[in-house]
């Protein structure tokens, strides 16, 4: 079992910057990779961001490419999204999510197995 628990949402305008941060308990952290998701409202979720177990490797969505970073703290069980630049259609709530079956990012949902309760993100234009 894994319990993830997201914080760092919010409110913030156009050009500016968040720092969400995913803290999981459970199995031993930097044995699985993690990634992040987001869901705006009417849309369907989508794959924003992943790491592997070591925190060596990463993969971005493209709309997130250069402005977004996920890293990872093992030592705190802990994964972060630095998002810089947001933009208004960055706006969704956003879960993190652990794939416990997997130590490489996957951009597909499926591969995840727990997720957080989701944290919100909203950008003013």
């Known amino acids: 079992q894994v319990q993830l628990v997201e914080s760092g949402g919010g409110l913030v305008q156009a050009g500016g910057s968040l720092r969400l941060s995913c803290a999981a308990s459970g199995r031993t952290f930097s044995s699985y990779a993690m990634g992040w998701f987001r869901q705006a409202p009417g849309k369907e979720r989508e794959f924003v961001a992943a790491i592997d177990w070591s925190g060596g490797s990463t993969y971005y969505a493209d709309s997130v490419k250069g402005r977004f970073t996920i890293s990872r703290d093992n030592a705190k069980s802990t994964v972060y999204l630095q998002m810089n630049s947001l933009k208004p259609e960055d706006t969704a709530v956003y879960y993190c999510?652990?794939?416990?079956?997997?130590?490489?990012?996957?951009?597909?949902?499926?591969?995840?197995?727990?997720w957080g309760q989701g944290t919100q993100v909203t950008v003013s234009s």
């Open positions: 999510a652990a794939d416990t079956y997997g130590v490489t990012p996957d951009t597909n949902d499926y591969e995840y197995d727990y």
